[in-house]
């Protein structure tokens, strides 16, 4: 089965297979429904509805999703990313996350820029595993996640402020 599709393509297909298996769930849901008797038809469309409802995230999640060839792998656990790099490496926490950025060089590589407190932590987009940075993304009050792919699929270079943390007023003084 190796050589039956090209890598390229299975690489394709991977990423995209949530949307193939929801888009697949659909069509039975609507083939049910045209089923006769109210039982059968009410279960296929409820079937339908709940495909296309799992189907929107799926597509996001592969526009979003990451090669997997860039250098290191990254971990998002208990909402803390952490970066294990050749060179560096790192972790922040969601909740104290002050900025994100996506940082496009001139030859294409995007890069996100994480910065809590003082400690600023570089993760390339491509890294493994980055693709769960999607979710700890828009986790974060403000970012929405067509913010986050309109940033990862932005071909101008320099570097774009994604998001930053509102500080509240102290309730105190």
Do not use: C
Not at 97 to 125: F, H, K, N
């Amino acid at each position: 089965m190796n050589g039956f599709l090209r890598p390229e393509a299975a690489a394709t297909l991977k990423r995209w297979r949530e949307v193939i298996a929801a888009l697949a769930v659909a069509l039975l849901g609507l083939w049910i429904a045209q089923q006769p008797g109210p039982i059968l038809g009410g279960f296929g469309l409820i079937l339908a509805l709940l495909a296309v409802a799992v189907l929107i995230p799926a597509i996001r999640r592969a526009r979003f999703a990451a090669s997997g060839e860039g250098p290191g792998v990254v971990q998002v656990d208990e909402r803390r990313i952490l970066y294990m790099g050749p060179h560096h490496g790192g972790s922040v926490a969601l909740d104290e996350l002050a900025l994100i950025s996506a940082r496009r060089t001139p030859d294409g590589q995007l890069t996100w820029v994480l910065v809590e407190g003082g400690q600023v932590l570089t993760i390339p987009a491509d890294a493994k595993g980055g693709e769960a940075l999607f979710d700890a993304f828009t986790a974060l009050p403000g970012l929405s996640a067509q913010q986050v792919l309109t940033a990862r699929e932005n071909p101008h270079p320099g570097t774009h402020r994604l998001w930053q943390r509102t500080q509240s007023p102290a309730l105190t003084r």
